[in-house]
């Protein structure tokens, strides 16, 4: 079970595939994350927009690339609620899929333990894009 007082910051994932495939191709990347202790996944869903518009959800043990996925099957929490996944399916374009994953920044937590333990509050992390870093560097350049 996780340690929720030794719990480094959460992050949530939205993974967006406009053909409506979850490839297995993505299962290494993320197992080896997850194995190294770099990030810990704590919760996954696989949101589906059908071309007619109707959503399912299942997560993905259920799915039919869950055998890829298996091993982050091991300390799931519920933490994503009906009303996460609806927005999420809410953006999706009819065809498309979405991996929805919560993990904990696994790496980050001995620096967050550190600081409570001095008294110091963590207040926060930003997330900056990757397409938004590749537009600032360009910007960069042009200058």
Do not use: C, K, Y
């Not at 994932?13 to 406009?18: I, M, N, T």
């Not at 979850?22 to 996944?41: I, K, Q």
């Not at 799931?76 to 009819?94: G, W």
């Amino acid at each position: 079970m996780v340690d929720v007082d030794q719990f480094g910051p959460l992050d949530v994932a939205v993974l967006v595939f406009e053909d409506g495939t979850l490839h297995t191709d993505l299962a290494p990347a993320l197992l080896d994350l997850h194995h190294s202790g770099v990030v810990h996944v704590l919760d996954d869903a696989l949101v589906r927009r059908a071309a007619d518009g109707t959503v399912s959800v299942e997560e993905l043990v259920e799915s039919e690339v869950a055998g890829a996925f298996a091993p982050l099957d091991s300390d799931h929490l519920d933490l994503l609620s009906e009303d996460d996944l609806a927005e999420v399916a809410a953006t999706l374009a009819p065809g498309s899929a979405a991996l929805v994953l919560v993990w904990e920044n696994s790496w980050a937590a001995r620096i967050d333990a550190a600081v409570r333990a001095s008294g110091g509050q963590v207040r926060g992390f930003l997330r900056i894009p990757h397409d938004t870093v590749l537009a600032s560097l360009a910007a960069l350049d042009e200058e």
